[in-house]
């Protein structure tokens, strides 16, 4: 049973931050992106990060610049530093860990809210 647990969620103000933390216990193959999704009220799920177990990155176009994603492979655990941040990045973030070797594997947490007041 593969677990995500996420942590550092909140309230913050317009043009400030937070650090996401997002760690996976469990069995799964190393080989994997983990990544982060938010949901914004009244929208779809949308990728925010991901990052590979090569430490390859992608990010959203909204996000670039302001946001880091980074991972600790010895800890299996992947973090998003999110700067200056705006109302508009106010959702529920979701960390994913996605497993590429067929058959692949989709894991999700339980989501975390940030909440960016304007």
């Known amino acids: 049973q593969v677990q995500l647990v996420e942590s550092g969620g909140g309230l913050v103000q317009a043009g400030g931050s937070l650090r996401l933390s997002c760690a996976a216990s469990?069995?799964?193959?190393?080989?994997?992106?983990m990544g982060w999704y938010r949901q914004a009220p009244g929208k779809q799920r949308e990728l925010v990060a991901r990052?590979?177990?090569?430490?390859?990155?992608d990010y959203a176009d909204s996000v670039k610049g302001r946001f880091t994603i980074s991972r600790d492979n010895a800890k299996n655990t992947v973090y998003l530093q999110m700067n200056s941040l705006k109302a508009e990045d106010t959702g529920v973030y979701y960390c994913n860990l996605k497993t590429v070797i067929i058959p692949t594997r989709d894991y999700w947490g339980q989501g975390t809210q940030v909440t960016v007041s304007s």
């Open positions: 990052i590979s177990n090569g430490g390859t990155t």
């Open positions: 469990g069995i799964f193959v190393s080989i994997n992106v």
